[in-house]
Antibody, heavy 118, light 112 residues
Framework: QVQLVESGGGLVKPGGSLRLSCAAS????????MSWIRQPPGKGLEWVSY????????YYAGSVKGRFTISRDNAKNSLYLQMNSLRAEDTAVYYC???????????WGQGTLVTVSS | QSVLTQPPSVSGAPGQRVTISCTGS?????????VHWYQQLPGTAPKLLIY???NRPSGVPDRFSGSKSGTSASLAITGLQAEDEADYYC????????????FGTGTKVTVL
C-alpha cells in the first residue's frame, strides 16, 4: 500500500539547520501535491508547507516562512524540508503527508522527531 | 494558534454515542470549505477518518460519521469501542492570512 517514510530528524542547537527527507512508494509520486505537517510534543497539529506536483506552487505557514524550504525530486520519489535558523519552538514530530487532495491529507508517514535545544 | 476550536476531552461508556464539535469562523468552515477529521491513536501518526464533511474512506467503520453546519462541524462515534480511545482532530482550509490549512485543537476521547 501507499507508504511514506520520513528521516533526518535529530537534536540540533538553536540557530542550526537540519534537512528532512520523505521517501514515497506505491503510488505515482509525481502526480500529487505533498506537505509537511508538525506536532510539538503533547500538542496539536500544525500544517507547515506544501509543494505542488511539479513544484510550480509552494506555500508556507507564517511561522516558518523565510526559514524553511520545501522541495521534491520526482525522479527519486522524495520530498524534502530544509530547516534553517531553527528555534526551540520548532521542536516537533514532523510528518510527511500526501496532499492536499481536495484540501485533505492522506496518508501520513510515521514522523521524525526534531529537537531544538542547547 | 489553532483557529478551529474543539473540546479538550469527551468520554463515554462502551456502546454509547459521543460527539466532538469543531468551531470555526467565516474564513474557514463558514466560508464553505470542507472539513476533514483525523484519528490519532497513541504513539502513531494521524489517520484520515472523515473527508469532505461526511465521507468515510474505505475501511473506516460506519460507527463514525461527520456533519457540518454554518461555522461548525461535528464528528459522532456511535457504539463506542475501547479501540476508539484516541485523539481526534478536525481540519479545514482558511482563507485568512497566516496559514492555508488549519487544524482543530484536538479532542481526547476516553472510553470509560
Amino acid at each position: 500500500q501507499v507508504q511514506l517514510v520520513e528521516s533526518g530528524g535529530g537534536l540540533v542547537k538553536p540557530g542550526g539547520s537540519l534537512r528532512l527527507s520523505c521517501a514515497a512508494s506505491e503510488f505515482t509520486f509525481s502526480d500529487y501535491y505533498m506537505s509537511w505537517i508538525r506536532q510539538p510534543p503533547g500538542k496539536g497539529l500544525e500544517w507547515v508547507s506544501y509543494i505542488s506536483s511539479s513544484d510550480s506552487a509552494i506555500y508556507y505557514a507564517g511561522s516558518v516562512k523565510g526559514r524553511f524550504t520545501i522541495s521534491r525530486d520526482n525522479a527519486k520519489n522524495s520530498l524534502y524540508l530544509q530547516m534553517n535558523s531553527l528555534r526551540a519552538e520548532d521542536t516537533a514530530v514532523y510528518y510527511c503527508a500526501r496532499g492536499p487532495v481536495g484540501s485533505r491529507f492522506d496518508p501520513w508517514g510515521q514522523g521524525t522527531l526534531v529537537t531544538v535545544s542547547s | 494558534q489553532s483557529v478551529l476550536t474543539q473540546p479538550p476531552s469527551v468520554s463515554g461508556a462502551p456502546g454509547q454515542r459521543v460527539t466532538i464539535s469543531c468551531t470555526g469562523s467565516s474564513s474557514n468552515i463558514g466560508a464553505g470549505y470542507d472539513v476533514h477529521w483525523y484519528q490519532q491513536l497513541p504513539g502513531t501518526a494521524p489517520k484520515l477518518l472523515i473527508y469532505g464533511n461526511s465521507n468515510r474512506p474505505s475501511g473506516v467503520p460506519d460507527r463514525f460519521s461527520g456533519s457540518k453546519s454554518g461555522t461548525s462541524a461535528s464528528l459522532a462515534i456511535t457504539g463506542l469501542q475501547a479501540e476508539d480511545e484516541a485523539d481526534y482532530y478536525c481540519q479545514s482550509y482558511d482563507s485568512s492570512l497566516g496559514g492555508l490549512y488549519v487544524f482543530g485543537t484536538g479532542t481526547k476521547v476516553t472510553v470509560l
